[in-house]
């Protein structure tokens, strides 16, 4: 007889899990406290214009093409690389890089700043893959059943890196380069770890490797979303099932196992076996009422910044601006040094700009583009008045109009933003911090929350803030490193 399984939540993590546990026979249903299926990873279609609410672009490919492999199916859906990777904007001097992956034309855009600068990424990405493939397979991709089992596997390392993990991203970056700018360009991948290059651990430079040696980045043919349909279309193939507008609120337990789990309305959703596509620390403390994970323990772990997101449609074409373009502000160093705590510093934003209708035309109308803003901001913990929102939102369209060329702030036809708390509400992200708990170096590997529960045998976790962390290609790994879990537990009950 079939194992029936419940997921709770239609994130990536939640139907990468799925689509493995379905392609291997198991009976799989879906319950999601949105109206539609993707988590972040989701999608605006207003007057027109088609959005990406979250990622706008992903790496590692392989990761998919891996998912696929695993359940049976060739890809289904087109992904083109970058190329260039994206741009950079500096305020003031209207400096603006263009990002390659080919280093000879990388080096050209620097060398009147950063000279030498082709030998020093040389030797500064040597670096990083050394990294990258010295803790890759022994930290990242595989699980952890106890501390003494991951620290077992740390001391398996190169401790040539050991001193890499005394530093900050930014402070190994100071060890190949000296100017601001090249410092400021290549530590930009901090941020999209949900944090800044001067709290993020230094070991993460390992992400520069993947940028511009390893895979680069990617889009999807259609934007975004085109991910979550196609993997919706394959899972109704294997017949399972979706409800929406369904919170899950609290639980019934039995001899250690969750028996039931229960939405808003008072249903009870059976199983044997459950899988949490939330974030795997909130859920614990507001389903499960752990102690470990109440409100006032949860308020002192280590979370990412917020994103203050905004979804532009202008009537006229912007044939200066590249799909994937940073613009930063005069004081890139304060705001990143601040950000998460200092509410004062938006005044002067580094933000991010995706033209989604640079290579998706069918994202806006004829004539037209689709905008898509991300300006890092603080969470709820420490900025939670977001009444300014329109105002912030303004300056940047002012600033962004200014450093194109042309005023885009009369031609605008639509508009919705994303604050913090509307990430918070939305998507049950804690005190909206945009992509969970923090790579804290206490909060990675084995001392993240785990992905199988302390005291429910059956119940298990998938997604960002459970191992082996944030990011599109990390959640398709914790698909993988979950269903293994899940595997062994089912081979034990047969």
Same mark, same amino acid.
Not at 71 to 99: A, Q
Not at 367 to 395: G, M, Q, R, Y
């Given at each position: ?11 990536? *993590? *939640? /139907? ?14 879906? !319950? ?25 672009? @992903? ?7 891996? /998912?696929?492999?695993?359940?049976? /199916? ?160 394959? /899972? ?38 459950? !899988? ?6 909130? @859920? ?76 998706? !035309? ?37 600033? @962004? ?22 990430w918070q509400n939305q998507f049950n992200i804690y005190k909206g911090a945009g992509l969970g708990l923090s790579h804290h170096m206490l909060q990675i590997g084995a001392l993240r929350p785990k992905n199988y529960d302390e005291k429910f045998s059956n119940l298990f976790y998938v ?5 082996? *962390?944030? *990011? ?9 490193? !979950? ?12």
């Amino acid at each position: 007889m079939k194992k029936k399984v419940l997921i709770v939540g239609t994130g990536l *993590g *939640g /139907l990468s899990t799925g689509l493995r546990l379905a392609s291997r026979g198991y009976d799989v249903t879906f !319950v999601e406290k949105a109206s539609k299926p993707g988590g972040r990873l989701n999608q605006i279609k207003k007057e027109g214009f088609t959005f990406d609410v979250g990622p706008s672009f @992903f790496s590692m490919p392989y990761e998919f093409e891996e /998912l696929m492999q695993d359940c049976g /199916l060739s890809m289904p859906f087109d992904f083109v690389e970058l190329n260039p990777l994206y741009t950079v904007h500096f305020s003031g001097s209207g400096k603006k890089f263009i990002l390659y992956k080919d280093l000879d034309k990388l080096s050209q855009q620097f060398e009147f700043v950063e000279p030498g600068f082709r030998k020093k990424i040389d030797a500064y990405l040597k670096k990083c893959e050394q990294i990258y493939n010295d803790t890759v397979q022994t930290a990242i991709k595989q699980n952890f059943d106890s501390l003494p089992a991951y620290l077992m596997a740390l001391t398996k390392v190169n401790p040539s890196h050991l001193p890499v993990l005394l530093r900050s991203f930014w402070q190994q970056t100071g060890k190949y380069f000296s100017s601001s700018e090249a410092r400021e360009i290549i530590s930009l991948i901090a941020f999209f770890l949900g944090r800044t290059p001067f709290d993020t651990n230094g070991i993460y430079t390992l992400l520069s490797h993947i940028e511009f040696q390893h895979t680069g980045y990617y889009n999807v043919q259609g934007g975004m979303y085109t991910i979550v349909e196609k993997m919706i279309e394959a /899972l109704k193939s294997h017949k399972v099932s979706f409800y929406f507008n369904t919170e899950i609120v609290d639980f019934e337990n039995a001899n250690n196992r969750v028996k039931s789990l229960i939405d808003q309305s008072g249903k009870r959703w059976e199983a044997d076996i459950f !899988v949490i596509n939330s974030d795997a620390a909130y @859920f614990r403390g507001k389903v499960l009422k752990r102690k470990k994970y109440s409100e006032k323990r949860l308020r002192k772990m280590h979370w990412t910044m917020g994103y203050l997101t905004f979804y532009v449609g202008v009537n006229t074409k912007l044939p200066q601006v590249e799909h994937h373009n940073y613009f930063l502000g005069s004081n890139y160093q304060d705001y990143s040094r601040n950000v998460m705590r200092n509410p004062g510093v938006l005044e002067k934003p580094y933000y991010y700009v995706n033209v989604i209708s640079k290579h998706n !035309v069918t994202c806006a109308p004829e004539e037209c583009e689709a905008l898509f803003f991300v300006c890092p901001v603080p969470n709820l913990l420490f900025k939670t008045d977001w009444s300014d929102k329109h105002e912030i939102v303004n300056s940047i369209l002012t600033d @962004f109009s200014k450093r194109i060329g042309e005023d885009i702030t009369n031609k605008i036809v639509f508009k919705q933003i994303f604050t913090p708390e509307d990430w918070q509400n939305q998507f049950n992200i804690y005190k909206g911090a945009g992509l969970g708990l923090s790579h804290h170096m206490l909060q990675i590997g084995a001392l993240r929350p785990k992905n199988y529960d302390e005291k429910f045998s059956n119940l298990f976790y998938v997604g960002g803030s459970t191992v082996p *962390g944030a *990011g599109l290609p990390m959640v398709v790994i914790s698909s993988k490193l !979950v269903t293994e879990r899940i595997l062994k537990f089912s081979a034990k009950i047969t």
